[in-house]
């Protein structure tokens, strides 16, 4: 470790700041290894100074202090203290200016963390911590202040300086260097604060607010790469459009400005007026990018322009409210991206994403509540459950207050608290006093309780009074420091399908509570246990729960699996008809992860058979929606279905019921394939790309019958694609099926793209979620490979990362993938250890594991753990996975 013990962080402590900066001037001298910061603040005490006096400590990492000047006075080395991670200034005043020289190395920031370089260009990323290690600060987003930045640097290297808000001077200096000086006008935390320096390509744009002021819109990239930011720029603007119509939120300066890196640790950071992106989230052409990474540029662009309001305008008190700025604007992306494609597909994938991702979290190691009450390293808590499940809880407050209470919230959490840096709790006031102080007593549970509820309902008929009745019964199994757990306040879908198809209207016999239980076919849950019973039903319906997912839960009930055959086929609501086909196809095939593993020969379930092959037939149904209920649960949402971990056998399975079906609907598989394989102009309407999406899972289906015609098939779209959608499909499935095409067009596509960075980046990704022994081999071959880079993420992740998603060859019982990746991620630590910590995630199964495995994994995390130097975010994740067992 490189902290002896690391503290641990607790909200319970939180007090204000002893001094506060509410000006900060900041000038950079730029260079490769030694850049001058100078910065000079406006600080005063915010505690009763004259009584007390107490000394100013200052964040400070990874600096080189030269000179500190209090009033224009430099001070003695008397008058202030160097101590680990920080600097005090005892020579105190009520109110002075604070003058910092110091220095750093940008080359050397392999962390991405503060100021570094990807490639040629100079950028920064500050949130959460990063600000620290550009010069010493209150690093907290309660101390919130007005930036003004002078950036110099070598005309000729960086002729592009950007910093946030607006350019306020510029001019040449001598010896071939110039200057740029930016000023922001809106206060914001130190994390907010952006500088970038380049020789960049610009492409522009414009846009007129609702009020008419024009906004410049400005994307800045690689050269080369300017046809690359079309959608981009639609994206952005469609943003600023949504947020005016939705929200009745306008953009604030004249300037909006994105900038693409290569080497970035996360998606993007919404920094005031200077968005710094993941250029895998801004570049997009149909030759380079899949329809997946057009929906997550549109996406990610929202989410950091949303941000503008609902993060920045309005900041958090502490890192502890990150779901206060993060769960709130993943919410409204997510509507944002409903809007502006199927909305029930969107809703499809984001709960898909929450599933197969959040609730594992939540039942492991890491599990925390949306709002944690302690962290050992901040960054650690970028995760699932403060964005996907934080959304959710975001979701529950809109549907139970309905779009237009929520709105009326909205606008009272902007009108009292714009400017601010707030709390959770200050949110959850605006939404109630806008809505006649709406009692969300019992809904604060969710922020505070980790784990997935689990809804466990019985239904009874009562023919002879024409009575429905469902008894819920919710629980939460016991998380990490949290065994206990209070009933939660969720709003619950239901909708009770009759023989013919249609909904039985909902008429509850009795209401038992002063607080509606039952509004628009949503009831709300709030006991232990509770029994809800409906009149006027004439014969027995099928239930259909949950409906919309209105609440974060897994399920379990007493009704027969025809119900869900049934529902898939007749569900009102369509999510619901999905969700079906998914519950049907999970509760058969975990039994055929039994029946495998006890040697029983495997066979698929006649109806199920019979179901599916409805859906394949059932020309009515869209083909986003019909590639989305046609895909057969993955297996990481059947590993959690299971008490110990079956890698190889629930890949078998998952293998044999994929063949079983498409043998068995070859024929109309096949053509559903050449009806959609036609030539076509390419287009990236939600029908277009719906047609490249199922016409590639029915690819899919048809290479897992073996049959080598489709090999041919799959070939022939390889070489013959215009776009990177049907490339990419055919290159994975090719390697994935093991065909004899695979070494031709790993090389064929190498030769085609080696260039670009980002597909590359795909090319890895296809071949390290190859089944099979020989993949591991090849991983550690291109380790080595000219396009492989340790210290850029987005090859890290594509290479390292989709290793250990690939299940059956991470958990190999002779343990070389859990040596290969613990290697990797004490190797990834010295250089970047947020990357390492993300990687040290993989581990999250330990408690599940067969024995062997959990041995092994044992090992693995005691290596780790025994490493001289291991950072505080490695430490954090491995430890808390090693105390779990
Ligand atoms: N504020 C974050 C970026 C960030 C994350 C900074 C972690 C520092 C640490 C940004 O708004 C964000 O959430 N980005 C997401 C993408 C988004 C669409 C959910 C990301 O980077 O993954
Ligand atoms: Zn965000």
Same mark, same amino acid.
């Given at each position: 470790?490189?902290?002896?013990?690391?503290?641990?962080?607790?909200?319970?402590?939180?007090?204000?700041?002893?001094?506060?900066?509410?000006?900060?001037?900041?000038?950079?001298?730029?260079?490769?290894?030694?850049?001058?910061?100078?910065?000079?603040?406006?600080?005063?005490?915010?505690?009763?100074?004259?009584?007390?006096?107490?000394?100013?400590?200052?964040?400070?990492?990874?600096?080189t202090l030269n000179k500190i000047f209090v009033d224009g006075a430099e001070l003695g080395a008397d008058q202030y203290e160097l101590i680990e991670?920080?600097?005090?200034?005892?020579?105190?005043?009520?109110?002075?200016?604070?003058?910092?020289?110091?220095?750093?190395?940008?080359?050397?920031?392999?962390?991405?963390?503060?100021?570094?370089?990807?490639?040629?260009?100079?950028?920064? %990323?500050?949130?959460?911590?990063?600000?620290?290690?550009?010069?010493?600060?209150?690093?907290?987003?309660?101390? /919130?202040?007005?930036?003004?930045?002078?950036?110099?640097?070598?005309?000729?290297?960086?002729?592009?300086?950007?910093?946030?808000?607006?350019?306020?001077?510029?001019?040449?200096?001598?010896?071939?260097?110039?200057?740029?000086?930016?000023?922001?006008?809106?206060?914001?935390?130190?994390?907010?604060?952006?500088?970038?320096?380049?020789?960049?390509?610009?492409?522009?744009?414009?846009?007129?607010?609702?009020?008419?002021?024009?906004?410049?819109?400005?994307?800045?990239?690689?050269?080369?790469?300017?046809?690359?930011?079309?959608?981009?720029?639609?994206?952005?603007?469609?943003?600023?459009?949504?947020?005016?119509?939705?929200?009745?939120?306008?953009?604030?300066?004249?300037?909006?400005?994105?900038?693409?890196?290569?080497?970035?640790?996360?998606?993007? /950071?919404?920094?005031?007026?200077?968005?710094?992106?993941?250029?895998?989230?801004?570049?997009?052409?149909?030759?380079?990018?899949?329809?997946?990474?057009?929906?997550?540029?549109?996406?990610?662009?929202?989410?950091?322009?949303?941000?503008?309001?609902?993060?920045?305008?309005?900041?958090?008190?502490?890192?502890?409210?990150?779901?206060?700025?993060?769960?709130?604007?993943?919410?409204?992306? %997510?509507?944002?991206?409903?809007? /502006?494609?199927?909305?029930?597909?969107?809703?499809?994938?984001?709960?898909?994403?929450?599933?197969?991702?959040?609730?594992?979290?939540?039942?492991?190691?890491?599990?925390?509540?949306?709002?944690?009450?302690?962290?050992?390293?901040?960054?650690?808590?970028?995760?699932?459950?403060?964005?996907?499940?934080?959304?959710?809880?975001?979701?529950?407050?809109?549907?139970?207050?309905?779009?237009?209470?929520?709105?009326?919230?909205?606008?009272?959490?902007?009108?009292?608290?714009?400017? %601010?840096?707030?709390?959770?709790?200050?949110?959850?006031?605006?939404?109630?006093?806008?809505?006649?102080?709406?009692?969300?007593?019992?809904?604060?549970?969710?922020?505070?309780?980790?784990?997935?509820?689990?809804?466990?309902?019985?239904?009874?008929?009562?023919?002879?009074?024409?009575?429905?009745?469902?008894?819920?019964?919710?629980?939460?199994?016991?998380?990490?420091?949290?065994?206990?757990?209070?009933?939660?306040? /969720?709003?619950?879908?239901?909708?009770?399908?009759?023989?013919?198809?249609?909904?039985?209207?909902?008429?509850?016999?009795?209401?038992?509570?002063?607080?509606?239980?039952?509004?628009?076919?949503?009831?709300?849950?709030?006991?232990?246990?509770?029994?809800?019973?409906?009149?006027?039903?004439?014969?027995?319906?099928?239930?259909?729960?949950?409906?919309?997912?209105?609440?974060?839960?897994?399920?379990?009930?007493?009704?027969?699996?025809?119900?869900?055959?049934?529902?898939?086929?007749?569900?009102?609501?369509?999510?619901?008809?999905?969700?079906?086909?998914?519950?049907?196809?999970?509760?058969?095939?975990?039994?055929?992860?039994?029946?495998?593993?006890?040697?029983?020969?495997?066979?698929?379930?006649?109806?199920?058979?019979?179901?599916?092959?409805?859906?394949?037939?059932?020309?009515?149904?869209?083909?986003?929606?019909?590639?989305?209920?046609?895909?057969?649960?993955?297996?990481?949402?059947?590993?959690?279905?299971?008490?110990?971990?079956?890698?190889?056998?629930?890949?078998?399975?998952?293998?044999?019921?994929?063949?079983?079906?498409?043998?068995?609907?070859?024929?109309?598989?096949?053509?559903?394939?050449?009806?959609?394989?036609?030539d076509k102009e390419y287009s990236l309407s939600p029908e277009a790309m719906g047609e490249r999406e199922l016409k590639n899972l029915v690819l899919?289906?048809?290479?897992?019958?073996?049959?080598?015609?489709?090999?041919?098939?799959?070939?022939?779209?390889?070489?013959?694609?215009?776009?990177?959608?049907?490339?990419?499909?055919?290159?994975?499935?090719?390697?994935?099926?093991?065909?004899?095409?695979?070494?031709?067009?790993?090389?064929?596509?190498?030769?085609?793209?080696?260039?670009?960075?980002?597909?590359?980046?795909?090319?890895?990704?296809?071949?390290?979620?190859?089944?099979?022994?020989?993949?591991?081999?090849?991983?550690?071959?291109?380790?080595?490979?000219?396009?492989?880079?340790?210290?850029?993420?987005?090859?890290?992740?594509?290479?390292?990362?989709?290793?250990?998603?690939?299940?059956?060859?991470?958990?190999?019982?002779?343990?070389?993938?859990?040596?290969?990746?613990?290697?990797?991620?004490?190797?990834?630590?010295?250089?970047?250890?947020?990357?390492?910590?993300?990687?040290?995630?993989?581990?999250?199964?330990?408690?599940?594991?067969?024995?062997?495995?959990?041995?092994?994994?044992?090992?693995?995390?005691?290596?780790?753990?025994?490493?001289?130097?291991?950072?505080?975010?490695?430490?954090?994740?491995?430890?808390?996975?090693?105390?779990?067992?």
């Amino acid at each position: 470790m490189k902290d002896a013990s690391p503290q641990t962080i607790f909200l319970k402590d939180y007090t204000p700041s002893d001094y506060l900066i509410s000006k900060i001037h900041l000038t950079f001298d730029l260079d490769d290894t030694n850049t001058q910061v100078i910065s000079k603040m406006n600080v005063s005490a915010n505690y009763d100074f004259k009584s007390l006096k107490r000394d100013l400590v200052l964040n400070g990492e990874e600096l080189t202090l030269n000179k500190i000047f209090v009033d224009g006075a430099e001070l003695g080395a008397d008058q202030y203290e160097l101590i680990e991670d920080g600097l005090v200034i005892k020579e105190v005043k009520e109110e002075f200016i604070l003058e910092i020289h110091n220095t750093i190395n940008p080359l050397a920031n392999k962390a991405l963390d503060g100021l570094y370089k990807s490639g040629s260009i100079f950028c920064t %990323q500050n949130e959460p911590e990063g600000f620290r290690r550009i010069t010493y600060f209150i690093d907290r987003p309660d101390i /919130m202040a007005v930036y003004t930045t002078k950036v110099i640097a070598d005309k000729a290297k960086y002729p592009v300086l950007l910093s946030n808000g607006n350019p306020i001077d510029s001019g040449d200096l001598e010896g071939g260097k110039h200057f740029v000086e930016w000023l922001d006008p809106f206060v914001k935390p130190s994390y907010l604060y952006a500088l970038v320096a380049g020789d960049l390509g610009l492409v522009q744009d414009e846009f007129t607010t609702m009020s008419g002021r024009k906004i410049d819109l400005r994307i800045y990239v690689d050269k080369g790469n300017e046809s690359k930011c079309d959608h981009a720029m639609e994206s952005l603007k469609n943003s600023m459009r949504w947020d005016e119509e939705v929200y009745g939120r306008e953009y604030d300066l004249d300037i909006y400005m994105i900038v693409a890196v290569d080497a970035f640790n996360m998606g993007a /950071m919404e920094n005031k007026g200077l968005n710094i992106f993941n250029s895998a989230y801004v570049l997009a052409d149909p030759k380079t990018a899949t329809d997946s990474n057009f929906f997550g540029v549109e996406g990610v662009i929202g989410h950091e322009y949303f941000h503008n309001w609902t993060g920045n305008r309005i900041t958090c008190r502490d890192w502890f409210q990150l779901t206060l700025k993060e769960g709130l604007t993943v919410f409204r992306d %997510q509507e944002f991206s409903s809007d /502006m494609n199927s909305r029930v597909v969107n809703r499809i994938a984001n709960i898909k994403t929450l599933k197969s991702r959040q609730f594992v979290e939540d039942a492991g190691p890491t599990a925390h509540p949306i709002k944690p009450s302690s962290y050992i390293e901040i960054n650690n808590f970028y995760t699932m459950t403060i964005y996907e499940k934080g959304s959710e809880v975001i979701r529950m407050i809109h549907t139970l207050l309905g779009a237009d209470g929520f709105r009326k919230g909205t606008d009272k959490y902007f009108e009292l608290f714009d400017g %601010q840096a707030v709390t959770t709790e200050d949110f959850i006031h605006a939404m109630s006093v806008a809505n006649d102080n709406y009692d969300f007593t019992q809904f604060k549970n969710w922020y505070h309780q980790a784990g997935t509820p689990m809804l466990d309902i019985k239904t009874s008929y009562n023919e002879a009074a024409k009575e429905y009745s469902i008894t819920v019964t919710q629980s939460c199994k016991p998380t990490p420091g949290q065994d206990e757990k209070k009933p939660y306040h /969720m709003p619950f879908g239901l909708g009770l399908v009759s023989k013919d198809g249609a909904d039985f209207p909902l008429k509850l016999k009795e209401v038992f509570t002063a607080q509606p239980q039952i509004e628009e076919n949503i009831l709300h849950l709030t006991q232990e246990s509770e029994t809800f019973t409906f009149t006027g039903i004439d014969h027995e319906p099928v239930p259909s729960f949950n409906r919309g997912f209105s609440a974060p839960v897994n399920l379990k009930s007493d009704r027969p699996l025809s119900d869900f055959v049934f529902l898939m086929a007749n569900d009102n609501d369509e999510y619901n008809r999905y969700e079906s086909a998914q519950a049907l196809a999970i509760e058969l095939m975990s039994c055929l992860v039994k029946d495998a593993a006890n040697g029983v020969p495997l066979k698929l379930d006649a109806p199920f058979i019979k179901a599916y092959g409805e859906l394949i037939k059932d020309e009515s149904l869209d083909n986003s929606f019909k590639a989305l209920i046609l895909d057969i649960p993955s297996e990481g949402i059947l590993h959690q279905a299971q008490d110990v971990v079956d890698f190889e056998n629930t890949f078998k399975v998952r293998k044999f019921v994929k063949e079983t079906l498409a043998k068995t609907y070859e024929q109309e598989l096949s053509a559903i394939y050449d009806s959609l394989n036609v030539d076509k102009e390419y287009s990236l309407s939600p029908e277009a790309m719906g047609e490249r999406e199922l016409k590639n899972l029915v690819l899919g289906l048809l290479l897992s019958t073996g049959n080598s015609k489709y090999e041919d098939l799959a070939y022939e779209q390889f070489v013959k694609a215009t776009n990177m959608t049907d490339e990419f499909a055919a290159l994975t499935m090719i390697i994935h099926s093991d065909s004899k095409y695979a070494d031709e067009v790993i090389e064929k596509f190498f030769i085609k793209w080696k260039h670009e960075t980002l597909v590359m980046q795909k090319w890895l990704t296809a071949q390290a979620s190859a089944r099979g022994e020989k993949t591991l081999g090849r991983v550690k071959e291109l380790l080595s490979n000219e396009v492989y880079d340790k210290s850029v993420p987005n090859l890290v992740r594509s290479l390292i990362g989709t290793f250990t998603a690939n299940y059956t060859e991470f958990h190999k019982a002779s343990g070389v993938g859990y040596e290969f990746i613990t290697n990797q991620i004490i190797d990834i630590d010295k250089l970047n250890p947020q990357m390492a910590s993300r990687l040290a995630g993989s581990f999250k199964d330990y408690k599940r594991l067969p024995s062997d495995l959990k041995a092994l994994v044992k090992t693995s995390l005691e290596r780790i753990l025994a490493e001289k130097d291991i950072s505080r975010n490695v430490y954090e994740i491995v430890s808390k996975t090693h105390a779990d067992s």
